[in-house]
């Protein structure tokens, strides 16, 4: 059964994400309404595909599923740290680049 739900989850995920981003991306001509990540690190910009970003996050999972909670809090204090440190900046709700 887990393994039927983990495919249904991967057929969904996969087809939201096409009519979601894939069409709108390849009917707009113009590239007008793309939905892009940009990564800038010295006045260079950086794409960083869903692939990189949704690794991330399931290494992330299985590490927070085979770790102990020592290194669990460790990694969300650190997390955490990095988001506070964020509130300093005037513009932090803002995304638009």
Do not use: R
Request: hydrophobic share 50%; proline share 1%.
């Amino acid at each position: 059964m887990l393994v039927l739900v983990f495919i249904l989850s991967i057929m969904v995920a996969y087809a939201l994400s096409y009519y979601i981003h894939y069409l709108p991306h390849k009917n707009d001509i113009d590239k007008k309404y793309t939905k892009k990540l940009i990564l800038t690190w010295d006045s260079k910009q950086y794409h960083i595909h869903h692939w990189i970003t949704f690794s991330l996050v399931i290494f992330i999972l299985l590490l927070g599923k085979y770790s102990n909670d020592y290194l669990i809090a460790i990694y969300i204090g650190l997390c955490l740290g990095t988001i506070f440190e964020d509130f300093l900046f005037d513009n932090i709700f803002k995304i638009e680049v």
